[in-house]
Structure formats: structure tokens, C-alpha cells
RNA sequence: CGGGGCGUAGCUCAGCUUGGCUAGAGCGUCUGGUUUGGGACCAGAAGGUCGCAGGUUCAAAUCCUGUCGCCCCGACCA
């Protein structure tokens, strides 16, 4: 392509709303423009990019053995009452009324595709020698974000790949699963992004069931921790301490259980300036219910509870905080005095708790808060829990290292569905003794957007884009410095029709315009390869090539250009290959 | 949905507090000339209903009210 034919229109100066890098240079480097919030064209440039993703995503399906399939956009919204997600979307979920002659018909645009590819099953599968079977498509989604922030990383309309597995056992689904996780890596390698595979929360089936694959960037939305030690990794909602639970915990603190008044104070904050403490030193109790049945959770004060993790310590389905009225009854307060003294409901303590001594909390009546709080002495348990979201620094549950926590930007899961799906939608199978299952279901999602979208936020430097071979929007771009000058141009129209011939993907930077300006837009959109004709090089018969992250360039006769071009890439290729796993 | 910020040329922004002359600058664009290896220089030109609507006033980019849009923080995110 030549660049006087295409549209790339670069920007010296950042657009002042954009904030993070890779917002500012997917707009400087002409591969979006902003249509709403939260709707994005992509230029010629970053399609580009977008689609290479895409065909790798393609192959890695195709090689795991998931079949390609496109369904619609548009569906009945009968589809998602019958699954009970109309309301469990709520505003995110984009529907509205269309006329057809005499009627009107109520249509969703698909949030994801569940619900329209297990009704597909349903109607054609009905053996469990059909199964497992693994579909997939490429396709936009559209989700009606409250907030679409962060440029392309959290819009309304975005392009996923989104594949669901249908099996007749759980070593069936795992085994799918497992392949989808293995292609996932492959995906994310040859798209030469740094990514981590991290447990995240599964909701009622439990165990191993859903996995994150994150980037990790400073401007991620989501929070992990992950053990530089032993690899463990987990999201905040997901992840476990290394914790030790406190047997019978008892603190020997000697303060006299006290009751102060504490008017119009209900947060932590509130509390500890009020008393001049510190929220590590205070005690936050919240009530939840738990199926219906009100307990008390304890951690520390500036710790979060993890409504999982209540769950799960609670043994119960439902997790919940209580209302007013509930809270009333516990406590005898209203909302912002409870705490563990007197409390009329069963306690969850976090192991942290068990560690305050003359600890300070809500005084189960209004306007009070308690201090001198010691447990063993003013309130006991027989043991405690790990209910709060997991932090840096704290110890590793696998090896016994130190957690970090790193943001992340997340561009796939994969996910164990069980039959949540199958059973509402009745994709069911007739198994070897003649009896009616629902398929076992798993759905694996990648935002195709978000691979792109992720490198540009990733790999950069103060004078633009770096991309990886594999998902740049061209691999070499030819420059002739002086497009007046025939010599210069018959090499450059020379190296770029042969380059095009071996099937390389190159851009000619054909404009007359200055040197800089080639060379700032070439750094900007950071095209990996770069070859310039012309001046001095070209006075010595040779041309220079170079590659967007090293500092140098290398000198080639002009006769060897082409084949030394060639030669690099195939180089790189084979290296870049070599790190994607098997 | 709560909190904050911003809307003036294609882009970045000044002017608004304290109303008043033809609404400005840099970059970009166009023309001519000089230049030609890291965003050139000289001369000239085009480009604006100051987000929109209403109000106050002799007079509104500027003050008031409403409204729309965008950005950021938080809540939310199968």
C-alpha cells in the first residue's frame, strides 16, 4: 500500500481526552477515531492490526478443533427472559421494539451468544455420540457500558471471539477446556503480548472451573495478585491467602471493654479520626444473609470482605448484605454501630481479626462504637476464616511466597458452564442407557479489540507504537526520502514491488514531504520494519534498515535489500514462533 | 446512578473573574518562493452560528436558567 492511497491520519499533539497511552496513540497513530462514547471507527491502519488478530485467534480455533460459526446479532428477547438474563443484565443488555406489518417485535443485540447457540443445540443434537462438540464465531458484541472509558479497552461494541463447548461428562468438558486453555496461550503468545493466566472466580461449580488470561498494565481495571515464586495467580475476587486460621483465638490485650459515644460517625474512616485511631486497628462488622439467615462478618478495618468467600465459609448459596431491618434486629442499631459484643447472630472472623488487640468497633447501639475489644474475652469463635479480598504483600497459598498485586487488562476467559444453559434451554442428550442430560456446557470468550488494544498499552516508547510482527498493520515500511529524485523512487517502486511479491506486507511512504516528518510518523505508527532510501546511504549504494526497537540501523547494498528484508523477517518470525508453546 | 472537570478554527489552547473595538495564538491545511536525513523558513490565504436553546442588558464567548455532548473518579460489569 502505498501511503498517498490509504488514510492514516496522525496527530502530533494528544487529543486532550484521551489519557492512557494506548487511547492517546490509537488516535495519533490514525487507527481510531472516536464516533460516541464508546463507539470507535477503526481507520485502515488499525483494522489492519484488528484483523491479524483475528486470523490468529482463527487458526488457534480451527487447530484446537472448535468449528467456525456465525450467528446474528439481533435476537428475540424471548431467548434471554427463558434464562432469566433479561433482568440479570439489566441496562447493559441493549434491546428495543421493531414493527413488522401489524406487530411489534421485541429484540435484544446479543451481549454474548449463550443463549442463541444452546437453542441451535437443542434443536439438532441429541445423542451423546454427537458429542463433545466445539462451536466458535468472530462477531460483534454490544453491552450498554454505563461508563465506556479507556478508549477502545471498555466500549459498547466490541469484536469477541466467543466459543461454547457442549459435552456428555465432565472429563469431556475438562478435556475441551483444557485445549481452549492451551490455544488461549498460543493466541496471546503470537500476539507477542506478556500475559497471565489467572484463576478467577467460578461461581457455584467451584474448583478450577474459570480462568482469566490478563495483561498486566498499569491502567488495567482489573486487580490481581500473582506469586512471582510459584506462578499462582488469581484474581482479587478469586484469589486465597496463605493465611493460618486461629483455633479458639484469644488476644491478651488488658483494656476495659468501653463504650463511647460516637455521634454521626458510621464509617470506618469517620470512627478512627473521631477516636484518633487507625482503620487497621478497628474491627468492621458487616451483616449478610446468607440464604436468608442474618451473620455477622468480621474483618479489619481496612480490609474488604469477599461475598465468595463468605459463601463459601458460611456453606451457603445466596450471599447478600442485609437490610435495615435485619440489621436493627441483630444489632438493636441502625446501620454503622454493629460489632461483635452482644451481637444476636453467628460471626464469620477473618483471620486478621483474631490478631487486634484492644480493638475498636460498633457498639450495637446508635451513636456508639465499643473500644477495648479483645476476642476470646469479649466475644468468641472456635476458629477463622480467609473472607477478605486478598492484598499485596500477603503470603502465597501455594509456596509460601509473597503475593503481588498487579493490574491487569483482561482479553479472554474460559469458563466451565456446567448445565445452567442447557437445562433452561433443554439441550439435552440421550446417553448410552437411554436416559435424557443436559449437556455439560463450557463458553470461552476472547475481545479481539482488546489483543490490540492491550499491545498498544503495552508496547510503546516516547515516540510511538511498537508492534510485534504478527499483529502490525504492515510489516516493513519502505521510505524514499526524496520522492523527486528518479533514482531514489525506481529503487523504492523496485524494493517494494518485490518485498510485495514475496508476500510481505509493506507500506511505501510515498509523500513528499520532509525526512522528519516520514521519520516521526514511521516511529509514531511504529511499523516493525523500516527501510530508507535515498541520501547519504544511497550516494554508498546501500539502503538502511532497521527495526523499530533497536537503536541502530544496518546498512545492505541496494541489490541485496529485498532478499536481506526477507531474510530478517523469516528470522524474527522463527524466533518469535519459537516462544509459543507447543 | 453519585462526585468532579470541560465544551471557542481540523488539533492543542488563550480570552470569561470585572459584559463593550473586526474573537486570538501555535500546529495543521491551501498558494507562491527558498529549502531537503528527525515534525524547515519567508510571504500570503482559507477556515468560527464561541455546543444548543432561552433569559438579563443599549450591548453576551463572557452574567443567569435549562439542555445536549465529552472526559475523569466511584458504583456497576453474564
Known amino acids: 500500500m502505498r501511503w498517498s492511497k490509504t488514510f492514516i491520519p496522525t496527530m502530533k499533539e494528544n487529543p486532550s481526552d484521551a489519557e492512557i497511552p494506548s487511547h492517546q496513540l490509537m488516535l495519533r497513530a490514525g487507527l481510531i477515531r472516536q464516533l460516541m462514547a464508546g463507539a470507535y471507527t477503526y481507520l485502515p491502519l488499525g483494522w489492519r492490526a484488528v484483523?491479524?488478530?483475528?486470523?490468529?485467534?482463527?487458526?488457534?480455533?480451527?487447530?484446537?478443533?472448535?468449528?467456525?460459526?456465525?450467528?446474528?446479532?439481533?435476537?428475540?428477547?424471548?431467548?434471554?427472559?427463558?434464562?432469566?438474563?433479561?433482568?440479570a443484565f439489566g441496562n447493559v443488555l441493549i434491546n428495543f421494539h421493531i414493527t413488522r406489518g401489524d406487530r411489534r417485535v421485541h429484540v435484544a443485540l446479543g451481549p454474548t451468544h449463550e443463549e442463541v447457540i444452546t437453542d441451535l443445540i437443542a434443536r439438532?443434537?441429541?445423542?451423546?455420540?454427537?458429542?463433545?462438540?466445539?462451536?466458535?464465531?468472530?462477531?460483534?458484541?454490544?453491552?450498554?457500558?454505563?461508563?465506556?472509558?479507556?478508549?477502545?479497552?471498555?466500549?459498547?461494541?466490541?469484536?469477541?471471539?466467543?466459543?461454547?463447548?457442549?459435552?456428555?461428562?465432565l472429563e469431556q468438558l475438562n478435556s475441551v477446556y483444557d485445549g481452549m486453555y492451551h490455544a488461549y496461550c498460543r493466541i496471546f503468545a503470537r500476539a507477542g503480548l506478556k500475559y497471565l493466566p489467572v484463576e478467577a472466580e467460578s461461581g457455584p461449580i467451584g474448583g478450577d472451573a474459570s480462568h482469566e488470561f490478563m495483561v498486566p498494565a498499569n491502567n488495567g481495571e482489573d486487580r490481581i495478585v500473582h506469586c512471582p515464586k510459584c506462578s499462582y495467580a488469581a484474581n482479587l475476587e478469586r484469589a486465597e491467602t496463605g493465611r493460618r486460621a486461629h483455633a479458639a483465638p484469644r488476644s491478651n490485650g488488658s483494656a476495659p471493654l468501653t463504650q463511647v459515644a460516637t455521634p454521626n460517625a458510621t464509617s470506618i474512616e469517620q470512627v478512627s479520626r473521631l477516636l484518633k485511631t487507625s482503620p487497621e486497628r478497628m474491627i468492621k462488622t458487616l451483616i449478610y444473609q446468607v440464604d436468608g439467615n442474618p451473620v455477622a462478618v468480621l474483618v479489619r478495618g481496612d480490609h474488604e470482605a469477599n461475598e465468595a468467600k463468605v459463601r463459601r465459609a458460611a456453606g451457603g448459596q445466596s450471599v447478600e448484605l442485609a437490610d435495615v431491618a435485619t440489621i436493627q434486629k441483630v444489632t438493636g442499631a441502625p446501620v454503622g454501630f454493629a460489632g461483635p459484643v452482644g451481637i444476636q447472630c453467628p460471626l464469620l472472623v477473618d483471620h486478621d481479626v483474631a490478631e487486634l488487640v484492644d480493638a475498636v468497633t460498633g457498639g450495637n447501639a446508635a451513636d456508639m462504637h465499643t473500644t477495648g475489644v479483645n476476642i476470646g474475652r469479649d466475644y468468641q469463635v472456635e476458629t477463622t476464616h480467609d473472607l477478605r479480598m486478598?492484598?499485596?504483600?500477603?503470603?502465597?497459598?501455594?509456596?509460601?511466597?509473597?503475593?503481588?498485586?498487579?493490574?491487569?487488562?483482561?482479553?479472554?476467559?474460559?469458563?466451565?458452564?456446567?448445565?445452567?444453559?442447557?437445562?433452561?434451554?433443554?439441550?439435552?442428550?440421550?446417553?448410552?442407557?437411554?436416559?435424557?442430560?443436559?449437556?455439560?456446557?463450557g463458553c470461552y470468550?476472547?475481545?479481539?479489540?482488546?489483543?490490540?488494544?492491550?499491545?498498544?498499552?503495552?508496547?510503546?516508547?516516547?515516540?510511538?507504537?511498537?508492534?510485534?510482527?504478527?499483529?502490525?498493520?504492515?510489516?516493513?515500511?519502505?521510505?524514499?526520502?526524496?520522492?523527486?529524485?528518479?533514482?531514489?523512487?525506481?529503487?523504492?517502486?523496485?524494493?517494494y514491488r518485490e518485498l510485495q511479491a514475496r508476500g510481505v506486507d509493506v507500506l511505501m511512504d510515498d509523500r513528499d514531504a520532509r525526512a522528519g516528518v516520514k521519520f516521526k510518523d514511521a516511529d509514531l505508527i511504529g511499523i516493525p520494519?523500516?527501510?530508507?532510501?535515498?541520501?547519504?546511504?544511497?550516494?554508498?549504494?546501500?539502503?538502511?534498515?532497521?527495526?523499530?526497537?533497536?537503536?541502530?540501523?544496518?546498512?545492505?547494498?541496494?541489490?541485496?535489500?529485498?532478499?536481506?528484508?526477507?531474510?530478517?523477517?523469516?528470522?524474527?518470525?522463527?524466533?518469535?514462533?519459537a516462544k509459543v508453546p507447543q
Request: hydrophobic share 40%.
Open 390 to 441: 486478598a492484598a499485596g504483600n500477603d503470603p502465597c497459598p501455594r509456596c509460601g511466597g509473597t503475593l503481588e498485586l498487579v493490574h491487569g487488562i483482561e482479553v479472554g476467559h474460559v469458563f466451565k458452564l456446567g448445565t445452567k444453559y442447557s437445562v433452561s434451554l433443554k439441550a439435552e442428550y440421550l446417553d448410552e442407557k437411554e436416559q435424557l442430560n443436559p449437556m455439560i456446557m
Open 529 to 577: 520494519l523500516r527501510v530508507v532510501i535515498g541520501g547519504k546511504g544511497l550516494k554508498e549504494g546501500q539502503v538502511e534498515v532497521r527495526w523499530r526497537w533497536e537503536a541502530d540501523s544496518r546498512r545492505v547494498p541496494v541489490a541485496e535489500a529485498v532478499v536481506a528484508v526477507d531474510n530478517l523477517l523469516r528470522e524474527r518470525k522463527a524466533a518469535d514462533l
Open 124 to 169: 439438532h443434537l441429541n445423542s451423546y455420540r454427537q458429542l463433545p462438540l466445539c462451536v466458535y464465531q468472530i462477531q460483534t458484541k454490544f453491552r450498554n457500558e454505563e461508563r465506556p472509558r479507556f478508549g477502545v479497552l471498555r466500549t459498547s461494541e466490541f469484536l469477541m471471539k466467543d466459543a461454547y463447548s457442549f459435552a456428555s461428562s
Open 51 to 87: 484483523r491479524k488478530a483475528e486470523a490468529i485467534v482463527r487458526e488457534e480455533m480451527d487447530r484446537a478443533g472448535a468449528i467456525e460459526l456465525f450467528m446474528p446479532a439481533l435476537q428475540p428477547i424471548d431467548l434471554f427472559e427463558r434464562t432469566g438474563r433479561k433482568s
Open 445 to 495: 470468550g476472547i475481545g479481539v479489540n482488546r489483543i490490540v488494544a492491550a499491545l498498544c498499552e503495552t508496547s510503546f516508547d516516547e515516540n510511538g507504537l511498537i508492534w510485534p510482527l504478527s499483529i502490525a498493520p504492515y510489516e516493513v515500511l519502505v521510505i524514499p526520502l526524496n520522492v523527486t529524485d528518479p533514482e531514489t523512487m525506481e529503487i523504492a517502486e523496485r524494493t
